[in-house]
């Protein structure tokens, strides 16, 4: 894996949208900080991330989480969350594992370095190749011994 000269983080690369302030900004960052570590692997300057909240402090009311990266398709998380504080946190575990999952489908299935591991090998009976090896009696358990 390549390192990113300039990685992503929440702080760079947050807008907040309708129903936040600029001065929310800083204490959504903070809430969402547990996102730079799976942010880093993208460049600052090809991702995005907008917050925005539908009818705040209402009964109804929705929060929305965008994250464009380059290259990817957009990704859209939302939580109906009644407190605002536990509809941030919804959105921001419901994106990280998103790009988890997004990740995961873009690595190779058929990984050469994986293939090239050798099984563990255990001692071969040569004379009944079918035979399950013996039991190790220093290894049994205090209901049989």
Known sequence: M????????????LRVGAGFSQ??????????A???????????????????????????QKVTLECWIAGRQKIVT???EEDLHAALND????LRRRLNDAKTRQEPRHNKHLRDVNPPQGPV???EPDALPA???SRADAETA
């Open 2 to 13: 390549s390192a990113v000269a300039n990685p992503a983080t929440v702080a760079e690369c």
């Open 23 to 32: 001065g929310d900004r800083n204490w959504i960052a903070e809430q969402f």
């Open 34 to 60: 547990t996102l730079d570590a799976r942010l880093a692997s993208f460049h600052a300057d090809a991702t995005e991330l907008e917050v925005s909240v539908k009818d705040r402090e209402a009964r109804g």
């Open 78 to 80: 939302t939580s109906g």
């Open 91 to 94: 959105v921001r575990d419901d």
């Open 125 to 127: 009976d040569t004379e």
């Open 135 to 137: 039991a190790d009696p």
